[in-house]
């Protein structure tokens, strides 16, 4: 038996297992996949279109009826900065002439949609059981729709004042989210990434400061990483990058073979792809012009000058310009979603039961 079952109580699943909603490598494909297997499924709606979100969501409820997790992001859209923006484009000027590019060319803007109105009537139509927040929470009063659809809400904390933040706006549960977790930090009541604390230090604190179950999150992908979450006083465990080596994952092949091929010590907190720091493997431009730079505009536009240079070299055979994002620990196991969430299920039972002995 699992030493806490609040999460499945509260969430109605099998397993107290939630596949990360990571935008980009996470479709319907993946989140049925999680969902028949008796975790949480997560669709990430922050790249989709309002049709495609419908178009997702028919797709896993025609599979399976298991419960299902939307996910946003509740980030406020920046202010124009002109001047920013330009000095971005003339930090990216040497790289577009190398690629026999115009460096004023006009580019698109990068895109990630927040939480707002039109996504609250996704959630009011679609109705998931839980709906899951990055960034904080949306508005008192888009909150107060989503939980009057009956939607369990969570939201990620990267500190204890954020845990506390969370559990007082009225979050169900807490994902606590350690700096070694890959993909976009979850930080909402700070800009500053330098003192991030590790899952293992942050987790116990978040679970002695807050009454609603807490979810971890950050270089989990075995066994031994979800016994320790529970005996450190998690209720459940969130994976993410061990699900990017599934065949469910939509990633592109540069970005699976770095996977496959960087080190333990080769991720970094970065925000020239996004303009918000975001955990991945260390690349050209990483290492180049970041990984932290004050000069790229804020989330998520920083994005919009990389894409005619990341066309160029993804077309070359190189992921110099792409984000390639990551958690520091990557257990390679080429599972189907189904088969390795099963599989770290029962091998956690069985390491929780024999240390239980």
């Not at 008796?38 to 669709?43: I, K, P, T, Y």
């Not at 460096?103 to 009537?121: G, H, I, L, T, Y």
């Not at 729709?145 to 007082?168: D, K, Y």
Request: aromatic share 8%.
């Amino acid at each position: 038996m699992w030493p806490d079952r609040r999460i499945q109580e509260l969430f109605g699943i099998e397993l107290p297992i939630v596949q990360a909603p990571m935008a980009g490598p996470t479709l319907a494909e993946m989140v049925i996949g999680a969902a028949r297997a008796g975790a949480l499924g997560s669709l990430p709606c922050a790249l989709l279109s309002l049709e495609q979100a419908h178009e997702q969501c028919r797709l896993i409820r025609e599979a399976t009826d298991q419960p299902l997790n939307l996910n946003f992001f509740c980030h406020r859209p920046p202010a124009p900065d002109p001047a920013r923006e330009a000095a971005w484009r003339e930090r990216l000027a040497p790289y577009y002439r190398e690629f026999g590019l115009d460096p004023a060319m006009p580019v698109s803007p990068s895109n990630r949609a927040p939480f707002d109105a039109q996504w609250c009537e996704l959630v009011e139509q679609q109705r998931p059981q839980v709906v899951s927040f990055h960034f904080g929470l949306p508005d008192a009063d888009l909150l107060q729709r989503v939980r009057a659809t009956g939607a369990r809400v969570i939201s990620s904390a990267t500190t204890v004042a954020e845990a506390r933040w969370l559990e007082q706006h009225g979050c169900d549960a807490i994902i606590a989210q350690g700096a070694e977790a890959g993909g976009h930090r979850g930080v909402f009541l700070s800009d500053d990434v330098s003192t991030q604390v590790g899952l293992f230090a942050l987790l116990p604190q978040i679970v002695d400061a807050v009454d609603v179950p807490v979810i971890a999150a950050g270089a989990i992908g075995d066994a031994r990483g979800i016994a320790a979450a529970f005996a450190l006083g998690a209720a459940a465990v969130q994976i993410g990058t061990a699900y990017l080596f599934c065949p469910e994952a939509k990633i592109s092949p540069l970005h699976r073979r770095a996977l496959f091929d960087a080190r333990e010590d080769e991720t970094a907190l970065t925000n020239v792809f996004t303009g918000r720091p975001a955990r991945g493997i260390v690349n050209r431009l990483m290492r180049e012009a970041g990984p932290l730079s004050p000069l790229a505009p804020a989330f998520p536009l920083a994005g919009g000058a990389l894409a005619p240079l990341r066309a160029k070299a993804e077309a070359a055979g190189a992921a110099d310009f792409m984000p390639l994002w990551s958690g520091q620990a990557r257990y390679r196991r080429e599972l189907s979603t189904y088969e390795l969430t099963r599989a770290l299920a029962r091998e956690a039972l069985a390491l929780i039961g024999t240390r239980a002995s």
